[in-house]
């Protein structure tokens, strides 16, 4: 049986990209070469926010005298789980080191950046958990300079809640400045704080845009578009969660796609009947951006069987999957493009977003399909090693040599022929090219 589309998409999630890369590019020229100055021109005309740009001692403490005790608990268990799971991750990765051949060694370093600059949007929503999810991270991996940068509202500065995540995370600078002009001040080292060496987090389509065009000098987390999540489910899930779940991920903004892949038909048309009045419930601006987002991004789709469900999932590569069917060990061994999986009705992509401990800066646009999420390991520059006795390069440098040659590299060649000739004297070895 092919696929059956109950309801296709009428639009892919794309930005006008040649006019947002243009405006872009303007603002950070104009930053690097006018610096201060000019990131507090765009400060104010964009953000419309005329306060401290690095905030003291002084303004976080009473801004995180602000937070409600009870959030303030709910924000250090998700900051606890974060850096648990962040620790689990870097003790993965490790010094090696290994004898290639005898007296030939060679070996892996791990070495963390110097300075991160984690973007934590504040726009239409205030993403505490981006927060905690990217300085957690950086702070596990050991970088010795973390700055937090978020988007301030006008008379009233950076979210207290987002101030308080970004302290207790381990933030040594917390930066009221959002947008283009915040990623700017970051990578060229404004307001007195160190260059970042990478780029981390969140953002509208400007911020993803300077990304974009700054990753080379900088390196970044990912480019990451509009959020999107993939239900997977069979005639055993229960349709108002699986409904709940696909509105909960459509409120993210107005072109976040949300996807159904179902064998059951039953299922599938009982979760068209239930989004509608689940979204028409949502609070008003909740409400628009999950409504637009399910009328023209959606789309639920009906397999033959989880063969050809997992086939599907794959092919989507999405941001978020959910499996909710029968034999979940099955699920897990069988997918492989995502780029972080919930499994089973009891977790939800909901609870990886906010505080589980798993990351929710994730790959979007099917670039799951070649990379996962952020980690700790994003931070950490994974670099090689080695070291020689002098009889221990002989062959290594006997086959450098005729490879070289082989390859018309006769500088290469050289380098190798002069150590053989220094360190072995009386020795003849043949290096040419000749098969």
């Known amino acids: 049986m092919p696929r059956e589309y109950l309801k296709q998409a009428t639009l892919t999630p794309k930005s006008h990209a040649t006019e947002t890369h243009d405006i872009v590019k303007s603002i950070l020229d104009e930053i690097e070469a006018g610096g201060d100055e000019a990131a507090l021109k765009y400060a104010k005309q964009f953000d419309r926010y005329e306060g401290s740009v690095i905030l003291g001692q002084a303004e976080i403490e009473a801004a995180c005298a602000l937070v409600p005790e009870k959030l ?11 850096r648990r799971f962040a620790e689990l991750q870097k003790s993965t990765v490790r010094d090696v080191e290994t004898e290639i051949t005898p007296g030939f060694v060679a070996g892996q370093k791990a070495i963390p950046v110097d300075a991160a600059g ?3 949007p504040g726009g239409r929503y205030s993403h505490i958990a981006s927060a905690i999810m990217t300085v957690t991270t950086a702070k596990v991996a050991g970088c010795r300079h973390i700055t937090a940068c978020s988007p301030p509202r006008p008379g009233v500065g950076v979210n207290p809640a987002i101030v308080y995540a970004a302290h207790i995370c381990g933030a040594d600078k917390i930066m009221a400045m959002g947008g283009v002009q915040g990623v700017a001040a970051m990578t060229f080292g404004l307001f007195g704080l160190p260059k970042a060496n990478i780029l981390v987090g969140p953002g509208n389509q400007f911020v993803a845009e300077a990304k974009r065009i700054l990753f080379g000098r900088v390196g970044i987390d990912m480019i990451a578009g509009p959020t999107d999540s993939l239900i997977l489910a069979d005639k055993q899930a229960d349709p108002h969660i699986v409904a709940t779940d696909l509105v909960s991920q459509a409120e993210h903004g107005y072109n976040s796609p949300v996807w159904l892949v179902t064998d059951d038909r039953v299922l599938a048309e009982e979760v068209l009947r239930r989004v509608p009045e689940l979204i028409a419930d949502l609070p008003e601006l909740n409400g628009e951006n999950a409504a637009a987002a399910w009328r023209d991004y959606a789309e639920v789709i009906l397999c033959e069987d989880r063969e050809d469900m997992a086939a599907c999932s794959d092919e989507y590569a999405p941001e978020h999957l959910t499996v909710q069917a029968e034999d979940l060990d099955w699920w897990l061994n069988s997918l492989t493009c995502y780029g972080s999986l919930f499994l089973g009705e009891e977790t939800t992509v909901s609870y990886g977003d906010k505080a589980t401990g798993t990351n929710h800066v994730l790959p979007t646009s099917r670039a799951a399909s070649y990379t ?5 390991h994003k931070y950490m520059k994974i670099v090689t090693w080695q070291r020689a006795t002098r009889e221990g390069s002989k062959a290594v440098a006997e086959a450098t040599a005729r ?3 082989l390859e018309g590299m006769e500088g290469h060649a050289r380098a190798a022929d002069v150590r053989l000739a220094k360190y ?8 040419t090219a000749d098969a």
């Open 72 to 82: 303030r608990a709910d924000i250090r268990f998700a900051h606890d789980n974060v």
């Open 403 to 405: 490879i070289s040659r």
């Open 372 to 376: 996962g999420g952020l980690s700790v």
């Open 424 to 431: 072995f004297p009386n020795e003849t070895f043949d290096l």
């Open 118 to 120: 984690c973007y934590v």
